[in-house]
């Protein structure tokens, strides 16, 4: 397994994801905002705004594992309740 890797953080930008760190932690139901990179220490990370909050997260690209994306399609009834 190649790791996550920028190619892989570019294809969830403004996707909801469950991001899976190297530690074993999860970090559940985050957007990913957009990638920073720090020309000064050489570090890519990712920046991650969490469901529903104002915040943001700041994680290094290389703390993370893999990420697993969030499937939002709404179930559709036709409003007739069942009996």
């Not at 529903?52 to 969030?70: T, V």
Request: hydrophobic share 40%.
């Amino acid at each position: 397994m190649e790791g996550f890797t920028l190619n892989i953080a570019k294809s969830f930008l403004g996707k909801n994801v469950n991001l899976h760190l190297k530690d074993g932690s999860v970090i559940v139901n985050v957007r990913l905002a957009e990638i920073r990179k720090d020309k000064l220490k050489g570090e890519v990370s990712v920046k991650c705004v969490p469901y529903g909050k104002a915040g943001a997260l700041q994680i290094p690209l290389k703390n993370i594992a893999w990420a697993k994306l969030l499937d939002f399609n709404p179930v559709i009834t036709d409003g007739r309740q069942g009996g």
